[in-house]
């Protein structure tokens, strides 16, 4: 089973809602990530925290607003989303940031979320 | 820029049959590479990766991959698979101080019994 911890498992949302998505890992790790996944497609990486601090944005819009209140906990923040926003969203940890040997990633199961 | 190339979109193989799965990455520098497994309705999970040295690595169920510096490959390999390895199998990269990891276009395995 996994180490890294996201909640819900399932979310259905409307395009006026408000929602978030949690995630927790308790390894130490330094690093957590956002990454969306459409079916049959590979994840595609949203935002990369390093020491509670964003370090990438890949361009994601604004209606997706991640926040990491401290080393362990990762929130994705969700607003005025659209249908085509339907995905698993997966988040991850590593020890350290990618570029560093001996870091990869370690993958939660995931929230599938479907925006109606 | 890194990328990563899957040629193989879907494997169907029998049980027992050899496996081989290719992967060929872009970039010049020094490159980490990974191998991640993702099961019908599980999470990601690292099969096995390659940072320096041996260029052949081994990883968990039995799965291996060689790196081959000069045909920017690592392609995955395991003698005899099993049912229970069908699964999407996804080969990604990251250079030395980038921060980004790249996900090649994945590969179905389909194990028949």
């Known amino acids: 089973d996994t180490e890294v911890t996201q909640t819900p498992k399932h979310l259905v949302m409307g395009m006026t809602n408000k929602k978030s998505l949690k995630c927790e890992q308790h390894m130490g790790h330094r690093a957590m990530y956002w990454y969306k996944q459409k079916a049959k497609k590979p994840p595609e990486l949203m935002f990369v925290y390093s020491y509670e601090k964003l370090s990438i944005n890949e361009s994601v819009p604004s209606r997706f607003s991640p926040e990491c209140p401290n080393s362990s906990l990762l929130n994705l923040h969700l607003h005025a989303l659209q249908p085509e926003d339907s995905a698993l969203y997966l988040c991850?940890?590593?020890?350290?940031?990618?570029?560093?040997?001996?870091?990869?990633?370690?993958f939660g199961n995931g929230t599938r979320l479907t925006v109606t | 820029a890194q990328s990563v190339s899957q040629h193989n979109h879907h494997v169907i193989l029998s049980e027992a049959a050899s496996l081989e799965l290719g992967c060929n990455y872009s970039?010049?520098?020094?490159?980490?590479l990974f191998w991640y497994v993702q099961y019908p309705g599980q999470h990601l999970q690292l099969l096995l990766k390659?940072?320096?040295?041996?260029?052949l690595v081994k990883g968990i169920k039995g799965f291996e991959a060689e790196f081959i510096k000069s045909k920017f490959s690592f392609n995955l390999r395991k003698p005899s698979v099993q049912w229970s390895d069908t699964a999407e199998y996804f080969c990604?990269?990251?250079?030395?101080?980038?921060?980004?990891?790249?996900f090649g276009t994945g590969t179905r395995l389909t194990i028949i019994p």
């Open positions: 990604a990269v990251t250079s030395r101080g980038n921060e980004k990891l790249t």
């Open positions: 390659y940072f320096s040295g041996d260029p």
């Open positions: 970039y010049g520098g020094t490159v980490n």
């Open positions: 991850a940890s590593s020890q350290d940031l990618q570029g560093a040997p001996g870091s990869p990633l370690h």
